[in-house]
Every structure is written in C-alpha cells, then in structure tokens.
C-alpha cells in the first residue's frame, strides 16, 4: 500500500489559563502549558483506517485538529501525499482540504443552524469551484447515498434527528470524494440502533471511493469493528500500535490492556476479571517523569518514574511505549 499521511514528533501545547488545571502548589504558575500533544508519530496508508482510542482528555480531538491544521501545532510535521503542510499559508491548504475533510463528534453544534442541508453538504464542494449545475448534482447524489430523502435538502438542521444531522456531516465530509476522513467520536451522541446504522454506511463509503479513515473513539469495541490498525493514547502520547487483531487479543501495554479488560462482554461465561486502572488521570499541565502512565500502573518499578520509555518496535508492526510490556 501507499502512505497518505504521515504525522512526525507532533507536538501541541496550549497556555493554561483559569482555574482547571493546578500545580503542586495549587496554583498556576506563569507560563504553565497544557500538554495536549506531546511527541506523536504514525503514518496511514491509502485505503485503511487507523483507530485511535484512549479516555477522555488524552489528546485524541486535538489530535484530529492539529493533522487538519484546523489547530496549528507546536512543532512537529504533517506530511500528505509527500507534501508538508505544517508551513503551508491558509491559502496553500485551502486547496488541499476537498481530500482532507473531518465528520466532528456533535451533530448537533457542527452543522450551521442559519443553512439548509443542501447547503451545508455544498460547501466542500464549492472549494474547488464546480459549476451550480455539477454542485446541486452531486449533493443530491451523496444525499441520497447517506439514507437521506431529497426532499429534505432544503430543511434546516433542527427539523432533523441526531441520527439524520450526522447522516449529513457525513454527506458534507464525503462530497468532494477525499482521500482521508478523520471521524471523530461520529457515534458517541447517537442512540445504539443509530450507532450501528452509521458505522455500516461509513464502511460502505470507504469501499466504495477507496478512502482513508483515522477513527477516533474511546470505545475499544467500535474501534476494532472499524479499524486495521489501533494506536492507544495516554496522557498525549501514543503507548501503543499495532495491527486491531493483535492489539485487542494481546495487549503488551498495561494501559492498553486495562482499557480492553473493561469492555463488557455479552457471554458471561467469556468475562475475565477486569485490570483496575487506579486513581486519577494526572494533569496535562504537569504530566508525570519517566512513564505517564507509571503512576497508575499496577507494575510500575522504580525506573518507570524516572526514564521515559521511547515507543520501539517490539514486533512486526507492534510498537510499545513500556519498560516492562506484557507477555
């Protein structure tokens, strides 16, 4: 296969202002930063998806954001089809983004309440100029292809359903027919019976024009359903990655094997007996030495918290960021 996108050493830091995050101290120092993203490498190849989960807070949105340029990061690189982005002028990537397009976790504040649906499903597409005529086609076309009646193109978002309002955020991203969909968290406000409806339709459009996904979720179950390779944040960092089969049936991350242990399983004769994660996630603006993860870890030693383990290949295409990875 082809590599679409490769992300090199990124990094984004955010100035910690107001009272969310404290030092030792209990106050925030001046200058202090939120360690949103801290050192994360990977690469995509064309026609896969590559799941990316992790609790709440561990960088995954800013993750999504900073890849698209929608947030401009710290340092590091984002390169697509050989090309690097992270220098490129709001012109420059204004050409780029018809084959970089994003379906946002909240189908209810990501699509304009002022615009009608055929409108908002139009906007990618006016990015590279296609004539009126090409441009009501197609939206028709991709309107129809999500499950949706045409005759709905020229209502306004809240005369439809969760389900429906994401059906067109999904229409919007795939109009221009792009090469990488980024999805974050596209399931998370939507009832089970929806959630299913969805994950089907976007597996049936990434067969269909051959796109790339990243998958963004912290639900282990729904990223293996979806995914050919799982990275695993922690703390804004990537701990693990590897093939979705490999990374589900064998973790070698304690994280990661805490965070698969605790998805229910519907047979109760195939429950294991779930890996506590202890205590509180540490805070961004201060993250832990050595290990982020040491702190919580129910096999921490004392160099965890002192030397911060590198992500190494430990296997084909596995690599682990751990002392002491599981076997």
Request: glycine residues 6%; proline residues 7%; aromatic residues 6%.
């Amino acid at each position: 296969m082809r590599q679409l996108l490769a992300v090199d050493g990124l990094i984004k830091y955010f100035p910690a202002k107001g009272g969310m995050f404290y030092s030792e101290s209990g106050l925030l120092e001046k200058g202090s930063k939120i360690h949103a993203l801290d050192g994360v490498s990977f690469t995509l190849q064309q026609n896969s998806t590559l799941g990316i989960v992790g609790e709440s807070g561990c960088g995954k949105t800013t993750l999504a954001r900073t890849i698209l340029l929608l947030s401009r990061p710290t340092a590091g690189k984002v390169t697509f089809e050989g090309t690097d982005l992270t220098n490129m002028t709001y012109g420059e990537l204004a050409k780029v983004r018809p084959n970089m397009q994003m379906v946002f976790q909240d189908p209810f504040s990501s699509l304009d309440p002022r615009m009608r649906a055929n409108q908002i499903v139009a906007e990618p597409l006016k990015i590279v100029h296609k004539d009126r005529g090409e441009v009501s086609q197609r939206v028709r076309e991709v309107f129809e292809q999500v499950g949706l009646n045409p005759e709905q193109l020229n209502r306004f978002p809240n005369e439809f359903s969760g389900g429906q309002r994401q059906r067109i955020a999904v229409a919007r991203a795939i109009s221009s027919k792009p090469k990488l969909v980024i999805l974050d968290e596209p399931t998370s406000a939507l009832d089970a019976s929806t959630q299913a409806q969805i994950l089907n339709l976007l597996r049936a459009i990434q067969n269909e024009y051959q796109m790339s996904y990243i998958f963004i979720s912290h639900n282990v179950t729904v990223v293996r359903h979806m995914s050919d390779r799982i990275a695993v944040m922690y703390l804004g960092k990537i701990v693990e990655i590897g093939q979705a089969i490999d990374i589900t049936r064998r973790p070698l991350h304690p994280y990661t094997s805490a965070l698969i242990s605790s998805v229910p399983k519907p047979n109760p004769r195939l429950r294991n007996e779930s890996v506590e994660i202890r205590g509180e996630t540490p805070s961004p603006v201060n993250p832990p030495s050595g290990c982020r993860y040491h702190p919580r870890c129910p096999y921490a030693k004392e160099n965890c918290g002192i030397v911060e383990p590198p992500l190494v290949r430990v296997e084909e295409e596995r690599y682990v960021a751990c002392h002491y990875p599981l076997v």
